[in-house]
């Protein structure tokens, strides 16, 4: 690890266990949260290029649960009872998990740390919101060009919310990603947002001649498409024909890349059959 700030961190983290702290290092060196009674910690899973198989970046997602590795998501625990501040707590309280259990492990062949906005956040977050999570990076001196924010879908009646949720994180110097609920949807967010990623389910992208045409909207403005939930070596195929003879960067994800792991060693490579 290179971060040196960060390191004195985690050994004040490691006697904070047992304490009111909302987060602490336990024995095996991986950071938790706490929010509410859940416990909260890391998994990453892997994203890597179609082309190639080279290790991209990670995924990252928040575990709950007593051992912090299963269980109900702590967003559920938001469902019907939460006020804004409460859930602008837990997002940026599992970002900042997530950054921590990275960079605590990652190199420069790790790549890139892809972090989730909670749908929730969109209606919460205020024009100070970026600038909040970039003072905690800055604070522990976490390289802020490494990190892709990953925004949530949205319906054609919230794009202006997406817009000024965007334009909040952009302005504070981080990088987007955006989820898309459809690929008209990416298209449209590809050009409206000009994301440096869009990210796609797999289950949508079954008709090829539109998924090429995505592939070549993201390469004409430099973003990456990022396809998720990639279980098979069936979808692997598919995109395989969708994608074959276009110049630009594709990138998959899924339980068929690779599982989402606490930690970042042995990420598994692109299935050799793909």
């Given at each position: 690890m290179k971060h040196?700030?960060?390191?004195?961190?985690?050994?004040?983290?490691?006697?904070?266990?047992?304490?009111?702290?909302?987060?602490?290092?336990?024995?095996?060196?991986?950071?938790?949260?706490r929010f509410f009674k859940a416990t909260l910690t890391s998994a990453f899973q892997p994203i890597r290029s179609f082309d190639?198989?080279?290790?991209?970046?990670?995924?990252?997602?928040?575990?709950?649960?007593?051992?912090?590795?299963?269980g109900l998501s702590p967003f559920k625990l938001l469902d019907g009872a939460a006020s804004e501040e409460e859930s602008i707590h837990l997002d940026?309280?599992?970002?900042?998990?997530?950054?921590?259990?990275?960079?605590?492990?990652?190199?420069?062949?790790?790549?890139?740390?892809?972090?989730?906005?909670?749908?929730?956040?969109?209606?919460?977050?205020?024009?100070?919101?970026?600038y909040a999570f970039l003072r905690i990076l800055q604070a522990l001196e976490l390289p802020i060009h490494r990190i892709v924010l990953a925004l949530p879908a949205t319906s054609p009646t919230q794009a202006w919310l997406l817009n000024y949720v965007a334009d909040n994180y952009r302005r504070n110097g981080f990088?987007?990603?955006?989820?898309?609920?459809?690929?008209?949807?990416?298209?449209?967010?590809?050009?409206?947002?000009?994301?440096?990623?869009?990210?796609?389910?797999?289950?949508?992208?079954?008709?090829?001649?539109?998924?090429?045409d995505l592939i070549l909207a993201c390469r004409s403005n430099a973003a990456r498409l990022i396809v998720k939930r990639v279980e098979s070596l069936a979808t692997l195929d598919q995109l395989a024909l969708a994608a074959e003879g276009a110049e630009t960067s594709v990138a998959v994800q899924g339980f068929a890349i690779g599982a989402a792991n606490a930690e970042l060693l042995g990420a598994a490579p692109l299935p050799a059959a793909a």
């Open positions: 040196p700030i960060l390191q004195a961190y985690l050994e004040r983290l490691a006697n904070a266990a047992g304490t009111n702290s909302s987060l602490w290092r336990a024995p095996d060196g991986v950071t938790q949260g190639g198989g080279k290790l991209l970046g990670f995924d990252a997602l928040v575990r709950s649960g007593p051992d912090g590795a299963a940026r309280l599992c970002r900042t998990l997530h950054a921590i259990n990275f960079f605590r492990q990652a190199d420069e062949q790790s790549g890139e740390l892809y972090l989730r906005v909670h749908d929730r956040l969109l209606a919460a977050v205020d024009s100070n919101h970026g990088r987007l990603a955006v989820q898309a609920a459809s690929i008209a949807g990416a298209a449209d967010a590809v050009e409206r947002i000009r994301p440096a990623a869009i990210k796609l389910d797999a289950s949508i992208v079954s008709d090829p001649l539109a998924l090429r």
